[in-house]
């Protein structure tokens, strides 16, 4: 065994000392923003499910209830009921007296049309606006106002006001004023209760709610009449509910939102004029009650205005929020749906391809090989790893042990095994890629295997692994690595996904030629695809990435080899699994970046950049950081909407995910056993990995350049497993 050695620089206390600080500051403004967009999106998502609160038509009515508490001739008298000041008084119409009235609104398709038919026979009415939607078309309250309407209030989000307490009740007015005030520089006195009807149906929960709302100054109107035409019953009908008997006077209740209104307009262009011929008139419901035309909107305070300013805006940027989180999730849902085709179509055809009879690389490749192991602080895995490299059953191996500068005596074990085809090379500290490309310059071979210090392989691995070489314009190979420890339940996970997601996956990037990633534990490079691609760079940290694409760019293939296995240990811990997975996921989108002036070149490296960046831009990064959304929709949807729905379509993606599990364990001979713990794998697991793309993400976007990190080891995978756990 040959050992080289390297003196080791002196480390700069003046340069060393103030990094940690500075590591910790930038690290704590990572976590803020982190938190800072997940508590936006939170919010949004809040602001958005209270606007858009689902609500029944307003004629339904709870069961029978005590009426003891509503004042004496209020359950017989009017439709409009003043309880300001402490008194309760009701107000009828005078009779051939019509005051038309609308709820639901504004609507961008309905209001219109209605205040349409209203100017063409010259008729006022009132229109009972809910705030969010006074948010999302301030210019139609306006126009109401404009053409001699008046507004009243219906609450902000349309809920059952007598199931709601106090302060929700306050909120619900005091929102809608808001709104009211910055559409039109107006506020509103008048109010209607959702789901109220006529005044003998007011209970002792009822009149509480009026009693309430009367003390903050508001007119709470019902009706004498329901038109119906939420039910749209036909034009005939509707005409018929909102007529009234004789000569009496009348509050009509009509709908200007919430469906299809066009039978609403039919029917007022018809009952207006009827109602006219018999002598009514038509009124609004300050004018009914003896007050001014403009007592039910006086001016608002400007303090009023711009609240109501700034709600609107919360509102529209939620609404803007939640279309854009719409599309996305339709985005989600077409990728996933397009990977999990195209795996079925082409990752099967890839595994019959390689497994038929007649397929060959071409002659069979028995020249010698250098196994490069960079190893730091590796004295836990180094043992198995090195004697399983150097006992492969490949003729003519050669075992190079890279050791960036370990103190725990990882030199020292490998010395001990006393193996005569392997060298050990202290290196002064340097990097991953740095004690790679030592290792591949010490190499006396043109064929090079690269393999991580705690990955061991089988017997066969190297041997299976360069036989693609035996086609001359293969200039790289990816092994098929697996997970060591897969005992507990956080490594079946991982075997999960080492086999769904990567090893699957490279069935397909082989097929499209566009593997984007030889993996550290287990690779082998030509040594002209080396020199051609510039060798290792310390320009990402994901550097087997970065050689991997620079290695297409120089015009040689990159393939995948199936049958060359080799078992990593994972991290056994999920602090440890953070730390990789944020260096891999971070390094690809480096990687990515830094290598997309392809999509401009010409010749091999145009191929790569026009074809291969989009696909893998698209399922390797895009589609892991859009993935989130069907958890966060999922969630959204159980509180908020349609909950079987909401299971429905989260059970049918996990079936998608069974499906292609099943099918990448099939494909590569393993056992079934670990995907009982798929179901949780996806509640659990991969909401961790959302977690760490997105600390990715925003780390990619603040700029950070890592240190080659180092995982606690625990030497659990010290020989080749027997199978799967």
Same mark, same amino acid.
């Given at each position: 065994?040959? &050992?080289?050695? #390297?003196?080791?620089?002196?480390?700069?206390?003046?340069?060393?000392?103030?990094?940690?600080?500075?590591r @910790?500051?930038r690290?704590?403004?990572?976590?803020?923003?982190?938190?800072?967009?997940?508590?936006?999106?939170?919010?949004?998502?809040?602001?958005?499910?209270?606007?858009?609160?689902?609500?029944?038509?307003?004629?339904?009515?709870?069961?029978?209830?005590?009426?003891?508490?509503?004042?004496? $001739?209020?359950?017989?008298?009017?439709?409009?009921?003043?309880?300001?000041?402490?008194?309760?008084?009701?107000? @009828?119409?005078?009779?051939?007296?019509?005051?038309?009235?609308?709820?639901?609104?504004?609507?961008?398709?309905w209001?219109p049309?209605?205040?349409?038919?209203?100017?063409?026979h010259? &008729?006022?009415?009132?229109?009972f606006?809910?705030?969010?939607?006074?948010?999302?078309?301030?210019?139609?309250?306006?126009r109401?106002?404009?053409?001699?309407?008046?507004?009243?209030?219906?609450? /902000?989000?349309?809920?059952?006001?007598?199931?709601?307490?106090?302060?929700?009740?306050?909120?619900?007015?005091?929102?809608?004023?808001?709104?009211?005030?910055?559409?039109? +520089?107006?506020?509103?006195?008048?109010?209607?209760?959702?789901?109220?009807?006529?005044?003998?149906?007011?209970?002792?929960?009822?009149?509480?709610?009026?009693?309430?709302?009367?003390?903050q100054?508001?007119?709470? &109107?019902?009706?004498?009449?329901?038109?119906?035409?939420? *039910?749209?019953?036909?034009?005939? #009908?509707?005409?018929?509910?909102?007529?009234?008997?004789?000569?009496?006077?009348?509050? =009509?209740? /009509?709908?200007?939102?919430?469906?299809?209104?066009?039978?609403t307009?039919?029917a007022?262009?018809?009952?207006?004029?009827?109602?006219?011929?018999?002598?009514?008139? /038509?009124?609004?419901?300050?004018?009914?009650?003896?007050?001014?035309?403009?007592?039910?909107?006086?001016?608002?305070s400007a303090?009023?205005?711009?609240? $109501?300013?700034?709600?609107?805006?919360?509102i529209?940027?939620?609404?803007?929020?939640?279309?854009?989180?719409?599309?996305?999730?339709?985005?989600?849902?077409?990728?996933?749906?397009?990977?999990?085709?195209?795996?079925?179509?082409? *990752?099967?055809?890839?595994?019959?391809?390689?497994?038929?009879?007649?397929?060959?690389?071409?002659?069979?490749?028995?020249?010698?090989?250098?196994?490069?192991?960079?190893?730091?602080?590796?004295?836990?895995?180094?043992?198995?790893?090195?004697?399983s490299?150097?006992?492969?059953?490949?003729?003519?191996?050669?075992?190079?042990?890279?050791?960036?500068?370990?103190?725990?005596?990882?030199?020292?074990?490998?010395?001990?095994?006393?193996?005569?085809?392997?060298? &050990?090379?202290?290196?002064?500290?340097?990097?991953? *890629?740095?004690?790679?490309?030592?290792?591949?310059a010490?190499?006396?071979?043109?064929?090079?295997?690269?393999?991580?210090?705690?990955?061991?392989?089988?017997?066969?691995?190297?041997?299976?692994?360069?036989?693609?070489?035996?086609? +001359?314009?293969?200039?790289a190979?990816?092994?098929?690595?697996? =997970? +060591?420890?897969?005992?507990?339940?956080?490594?079946?996970?991982?075997?999960?996904?080492?086999?769904?997601?990567?090893?699957?996956?490279?069935?397909?990037?082989?097929?499209?030629?566009?593997?984007?990633?030889?993996?550290?534990?287990?690779?082998?490079?030509?040594?002209?695809?080396?020199?051609?691609?510039? +060798?290792?760079?310390?320009?990402?940290?994901?550097?087997?990435?970065?050689?991997?694409?620079?290695?297409?760019? #120089?015009?040689?293939?990159?393939?995948?080899?199936?049958? #060359?296995?080799?078992?990593?240990?994972?991290?056994?811990?999920?602090?440890?699994?953070?730390?990789?997975?944020?260096?891999?996921?971070?390094?690809?989108?480096?990687?990515?970046?830094?290598? @997309?002036?392809?999509?401009?070149?010409?010749?091999?490296?145009?191929?790569?950049?026009?074809?291969?960046?989009?696909?893998?831009t698209?399922?390797?990064?895009?589609?892991?950081?859009?993935?989130?959304l069907?958890?966060?929709?999922?969630?959204?949807?159980?509180?908020?909407?349609?909950?079987?729905?909401?299971?429905?379509?989260?059970?049918?993606?996990?079936?998608?995910?069974?499906?292609?599990?099943?099918?990448? /364990?099939?494909?590569?001979?393993?056992?079934?056993?670990?995907l009982?713990?798929?179901?949780?794998?996806?509640?659990v697991?991969?909401?961790?990995?959302?977690?760490v793309?997105?600390?990715?993400?925003?780390?990619?976007?603040?700029?950070r350049?890592?240190?080659?990190?180092k995982l606690?080891?625990?030497?659990?995978?010290?020989?080749?497993?027997?199978?799967?756990?």
């Open positions: 065994m040959t &050992v080289y050695r #390297a003196a080791q620089p002196a480390p700069d206390p003046l340069t060393t000392s103030s990094l940690p600080a500075v @910790r500051r690290t704590a403004l990572r976590v803020l923003l982190a938190v800072l967009v997940l508590a936006l999106v939170a919010t949004l998502l809040f602001i958005e499910a209270y606007t858009n609160s689902g609500f029944a038509p307003d004629h339904e009515q709870p069961g029978a209830r005590a009426v003891g508490k509503v004042p004496a $001739g209020i359950r017989d008298g009017g439709p409009i009921l003043d309880a300001t000041g402490g008194q309760a008084r009701s107000v @009828r119409l005078p009779e051939r007296t019509v005051a038309l009235t609308f709820d639901d609104g504004p609507d961008p398709t209001t049309k209605i205040l349409d038919v209203l100017g063409r010259d &008729v006022h009415a009132t229109f606006e809910i705030g969010a939607e006074v948010a999302r078309h301030p210019e139609l309250s306006r109401v106002l404009a053409e001699g309407h008046q507004i009243g209030a219906h609450t /902000f989000s349309h809920p059952q006001l007598a199931d709601l307490p106090g302060w929700r009740q306050r909120l619900e007015h005091s929102q809608t004023q808001m709104l009211i005030s910055y559409a039109t +520089g107006r506020s509103t006195s008048l109010l209607r209760p959702p789901y109220s009807s006529v005044p003998d149906a007011i209970d002792d929960r009822d009149w509480g709610t009026i009693a309430a709302a009367g003390g100054g508001y007119t709470t &109107v019902l009706n004498d009449l329901d038109s119906r035409d939420w *039910a749209r019953p036909g034009v005939d #009908a509707i005409v018929k509910a909102a007529t009234p008997e004789g000569q009496a006077g009348a509050v =009509v209740l /009509f709908h200007d939102a919430g469906g299809d209104r066009a039978q307009v039919a007022l262009d018809r009952l207006i004029p009827q109602l006219q011929q018999r002598g009514y008139r /038509f009124t609004t419901i300050a004018e009914a009650t003896g007050a001014g035309a403009g007592a039910a909107n006086p001016p608002a303090a009023a205005v711009w609240r $109501g300013r700034g709600l609107a805006w919360s529209r940027l939620a609404d803007a929020s939640w279309w854009v989180l719409w599309g996305l999730l339709i985005l989600v849902g077409a990728l996933t749906l397009a990977r999990a085709l195209l795996l079925l179509l082409f *990752a099967v055809r890839h595994s019959r391809r390689r497994r038929s009879v007649t397929w060959s690389w071409g002659p069979p490749v028995t020249e010698p090989v250098t196994i490069v192991v960079p190893a730091y602080n590796e004295r836990t895995t180094i043992e198995p790893a090195v004697r490299l150097a006992l492969s059953a490949h003729p003519g191996v050669e075992v190079i042990v890279v050791d960036d500068a370990s103190t725990d005596g990882t030199s020292e074990a490998v010395e001990a095994l006393g193996l005569g085809n392997v060298r &050990v090379v202290r290196v002064p500290p340097g990097g991953k *890629a740095t004690a790679l490309n030592t290792g591949v010490l190499s006396r071979n043109g064929l090079i295997v690269m393999v991580d210090a705690d990955t061991v392989v089988e017997p066969d691995s190297v041997h299976r692994l360069v036989q693609p070489f035996g086609d +001359g314009t293969v200039g190979v990816a092994g098929n690595v697996k =997970v +060591g420890n897969r005992r507990g339940l956080l490594g079946k996970w991982q075997h999960i996904e080492y086999v769904m997601g990567f090893n699957l996956d490279r069935r397909l990037y082989d097929t499209f030629g566009c593997i984007p990633t030889i993996p550290g534990a287990l690779g082998a490079f030509r040594r002209q695809a080396l020199t051609d691609a510039g +060798g290792l760079t310390t320009d990402t940290i994901a550097e087997d990435t970065d050689l991997t694409m620079a290695v297409h760019r #120089a015009g040689w293939r990159v393939v995948y080899q199936e049958t #060359a296995r080799a078992h990593t240990e994972a991290p056994a811990t999920l602090g440890q699994l953070w730390k990789q997975r944020y260096r891999w996921s971070y390094g690809t989108m480096q990687a990515i970046w830094k290598h @997309r002036g392809a999509v401009r070149d010409s010749g091999p490296s145009g191929r790569f950049g026009r074809r291969a960046l989009p696909f893998i698209l399922f390797s990064v895009l589609l892991p950081l859009l993935a989130p069907l958890d966060i929709l999922a969630v959204y949807g159980t509180f908020f909407l349609n909950r079987t729905e909401t299971a429905i379509g989260w059970l049918a993606m996990l079936v998608v995910h069974a499906v292609t599990a099943i099918l990448a /364990f099939r494909l590569d001979r393993e056992p079934l056993r670990p009982w713990t798929l179901p949780l794998q996806q509640l697991y991969r909401q961790v990995m959302y977690l793309l997105l600390h990715s993400a925003i780390t990619a976007v603040t700029g350049r890592l240190r080659w990190q606690r080891r625990t030497g659990e995978v010290d020989a080749v497993p027997a199978g799967g756990a």
